[in-house]
């Protein structure tokens, strides 16, 4: 990130999408925030 | 980052597990959360716990909740995460997010169980946030896989200790020799043998990163433990009475979370609540037995660590690490 390769909206969004595609099976998280990709958008 | 479910967030449910805690939100952030809002993070959700951070039961399985039900190792999916901070474990294990705050609510090993079971690293400091079901005697712990994301964890640190870069020089420079002429003891608390092998690898690291490893024996774990959960019992009803009342819509005393889970079909599905109602029976903290238990188990806490750092003039104490991942044990009741 520090080198402009990767921003924080996109790490954000990789985040979510391993949420969605692994936690089915692990349940590990219980409530995602639906502002996550607006926290990251205000870095 | 993710945050264990017992954190306080105002924008997002904060239930400890229970479905009793699911009817409103808190209304603020907790401390911490406010320092990591502040700090840049973005807060991806909450995770799953062991239900009241496991004291509501005497035989409780780690990583169950009546909120989010089983939470699996992701190594194995049919082993336990361990816990209590089970979700915070499971999700950074699985690259679910860069790290993820669990909470370590006595000189337990709460934060430390999860880790070990699914090989994340942790670091305990200590800053005080108090805020959801266990006050100041909370500390909180980030998560993160091992190997070089220790960095993000000094980063945590970082901002949660209101000391920027503080814990950073110290990971950046965790290389080879960094740890020359340091002196670290490796804590031998009672284990099977098979749970020693990892701790002797942690020990081997320390002493090839340049440490002089000791091996030590902590004193009077045994008294500090009969103490300890008496002492914690009273404590657990009088600051959980205090944080309700900060969540109306929710029941509002432990007396209505015991008469709210006999009527629940889920919260007492899997085990009882044996620990909510000890506590209740608990005398106040007025009590001088009470206050006896809590001084004497602090103290002698306490002079278990410090007098080991100074009678062999340490740097650092490496706690035992736990065995291999235990299948579940949940049952139908």
Not at chain 2, 96 to 114: D, E, H, K, M, Y
Not at chain 2, 305 to 323: Q, Y
Request: one cysteine or more; a positive charge.
């Amino acid at each position: 990130m520090a080198h402009g390769s990767l921003t924080s909206v996109q790490l954000t969004d990789a985040y979510l999408d391993r949420i969605h595609a692994v936690d089915p099976k692990v349940h590990s998280v219980l409530f995602l925030d639906s502002t996550a990709l607006s926290q990251a958008r205000a870095e | 980052m993710l945050l264990k479910d017992n954190i306080d967030t105002k924008n997002l449910p904060t239930t400890a597990g229970s479905r009793a805690l699911l009817a409103s939100n808190p209304k603020q952030d907790a401390p911490l959360v406010r320092q990591l809002r502040a700090a840049g993070a973005v807060i991806l959700g909450k995770t799953n716990l062991s239900e009241w951070a496991n004291f509501r039961s005497t035989t409780a399985t780690s990583g169950w909740s009546g909120v989010g039900a089983q939470t699996n190792n992701p190594y194995v999916l049919d082993r336990n995460p361990c816990g209590s901070s089970s979700g915070s474990g499971a999700a950074v294990a699985a690259s679910l997010s860069q790290v993820a705050i669990g909470t370590r609510p006595t000189a337990r090993s709460c934060a430390r169980a999860p880790r070990t079971a699914t090989s994340a690293s942790s670091r305990r400091s200590a800053w005080s946030a108090a805020s959801a079901s266990c006050r100041s005697r909370t500390s909180r712990t980030p998560l993160d896989r091992s190997g070089g994301n220790v960095i993000d964890v000094a980063i945590t640190l970082s901002a949660l200790s209101g000391r920027p870069n503080n814990y950073v020089s110290s990971a950046i420079l965790g290389r080879a020799n960094s740890l020359r002429g340091a002196r670290i003891a490796c804590g031998r608390c009672r284990h099977r043998p098979e749970r020693r092998q990892g701790h002797a690898v942690h020990c081997g690291h320390s002493s090839q990163a340049g440490a002089t490893v000791v091996n030590v024996v902590p004193a009077n774990q045994d008294t500090i433990g009969n103490d300890e959960l008496p002492a914690l019992l009273t404590e657990f009803k009088h600051d959980l009475n205090a944080y309700l009342a900060t969540r109306p819509g929710v029941p509002q005393t432990l007396a209505d979370l015991i008469t709210f889970d006999q009527q629940d079909p889920v919260e007492l599905s899997k085990f009882g609540q044996e620990l909510f109602l000890q506590a209740e029976a608990a005398p106040p903290e007025t009590d001088p037995t009470y206050q006896m238990e809590r001084a004497t188990a602090t103290s002698l806490a306490q002079h278990s660590i410090d007098d080991l750092i100074s009678a062999d003039h340490l740097d650092a104490i490496i706690a035992p690490t736990n065995g291999p991942a235990l299948g579940h044990q949940l049952r139908d009741r």
